[in-house]
């Protein structure tokens, strides 16, 4: 029985982006629905993305399709001089393979084509016998004269965390992050392994870093930067008092952003948001089934339009927020770029301390069956905790009071609406 490649239309796959977009499933319930790879729809999601603009652009996809037609050109030119070649190779077969029949002839000028194919792994036939009595060689003949070993054959990738007993594993690990988040891997082996797992620190490690969270505590620096990403120093040190506290006097001086992991019923999902440092205001927010730079992005395209310019946003160095995509925004809008130093969290605390209040207030005791049903919870909660909770640290008024009143110097009254709350 042969092996088939599997080709997906541009209608199908414009339909699994869509389907994406909406945000109401998770990537691995998408997946598992079309039986696909979460990796290909990334990527299908990436590619639609990065073309959108040809919607409303004729020109350039002429100028695109023009370069195309210009490099098939050069490519049949290329191809042509290959034909040349081949064709003496086959007179030259033809001539070595007289006492075989036409159909034998014909397989092995096949192979000698297949040798200038990049796609090797997809032309093998492992039935061995083709159809309409066509001889075929063997599986091993095969490999060997398309140069491919047996471990490369038989290699499927495997998907990282996709199984119900590794949805278990991060939902715990986020539990226990959530609520200790000063633990590094070698505490959380250990409640791990209390609560019946069998893991290892370097499980443990990978998990961490697929859902994108470290301890908050310093750590020295054992990684070398990405030379393709322009490194941004932390500009916070200045805003410390005597106990090493990041102190921001006034509203849109600085913003914190960040992404946690969101955990569901069937699956996880990836919450973004913008906090503003001084009044502890969630400014805008944006809950996605994928975690990539059109996700920080939107976030920050929603803050900027809605509220008055400011004068830093400090993130961590994850790759959506080193991105081109992120930082031309923000050198566009003016605004300066400050960024955790590498391994810690600490250095945007304010953000991390606003995740631990949704996670143990809202997430955890619904628990959310999917996308929807979080970005609906998600999205009261934070009304509530922008209008209607007081703050300590706050002196007991809600971020909205104090935003508004800094901000804009407006005499805003939450009185009414915390009686009614009452």
């Known amino acids: 029985m042969s092996r088939k490649r599997k080709t997906y239309t541009a209608d199908f796959k414009s339909k699994i982006v869509l389907e994406i977009l909406e945000g109401e499933k998770t990537l691995n319930e998408i997946a598992s629905k079309y039986e696909l790879l979460p990796k290909n729809i990334q990527n299908w999601k990436r590619q639609f993305l990065d073309n959108a603009s040809l919607a409303f652009d004729k020109s350039a996809v002429v100028k695109e399709y023009k370069e195309e037609i210009e490099k098939m050109q050069k490519q049949n030119n290329e191809l042509a001089k290959k034909v040349g070649t081949l064709t003496i190779e086959k007179d030259w077969l033809e001539g070595k393979l007289k006492s075989l029949d036409s159909s034998l002839k014909l397989t092995h000028l096949v192979l000698i084509f297949l040798r200038l194919s990049s796609n090797k792994k997809e032309m093998i036939d492992d039935g061995g016998q083709a ?21 490369a054959y038989y290699y499927k990738p495997v998907v990282p965390f996709s199984s119900d007993k590794d949805m278990k594993l991060l939902n715990s690990i986020d539990k226990i992050y959530t609520k200790c988040p000063y633990y590094g891997t070698r505490r959380i082996v250990q409640v791990l392994k209390r609560l019946g797992f069998n893991v290892g620190r370097k499980l443990v490690k990978s998990a961490m870093e697929f859902m994108g969270i470290v301890a908050l505590y310093p750590k020295p620096k054992t990684t070398i930067a990405n030379k393709e990403h322009k490194k941004h120093p932390y500009l916070l040190e200045e805003f410390k008092n005597d106990k090493k506290q990041v102190v921001i006097e006034k509203p849109n001086q600085v913003w914190s952003a960040d992404i946690t992991y969101i955990k569901l019923e069937k699956g996880f999902a990836y919450l973004s948001a913008i906090i503003d440092w001084h009044t502890k205001k969630i400014l805008s927010w944006k809950l996605s089934n994928t975690m990539d730079v059109s996700l920080t992005t939107s976030v920050l395209n929603e803050a900027l339009s809605l509220y008055e310019k400011l004068d830093i946003v400090n993130t961590d ?45 809202d997430v955890y005791p619904n628990s959310y069956k999917n996308i929807k049903e979080a970005r609906r919870g998600i999205d009261e909660y934070i009304k509530i905790y922008n209008g209607e909770r007081l703050h300590s640290a706050l002196n007991y008024k809600t971020p909205d009071e104090i935003y508004y009143q800094g901000a804009n110097n407006k005499s805003y009254n939450a009185r009414e609406m915390l009686l009614e709350v009452a």
């Not at 159809?131 to 471990?151: A, F, H, M």
């Not at 991105?323 to 605390?349: Q, T």
């Open 131 to 151: 159809n309409n009595d066509k001889i075929n060689p063997s599986l091993n003949g095969q490999l060997e004269l398309l140069s491919i070993s047996k471990t």
């Open 317 to 361: 160095q994850g790759s959506q927020y080193t991105a081109k995509e992120h930082i031309d925004i923000l050198v566009k809008n003016d605004i300066s770029i400050s960024m955790d130093a590498k391994g810690r969290s600490i250095d945007n605390i304010v953000i991390e301390r606003f995740w631990r209040s949704l996670k143990y207030e």
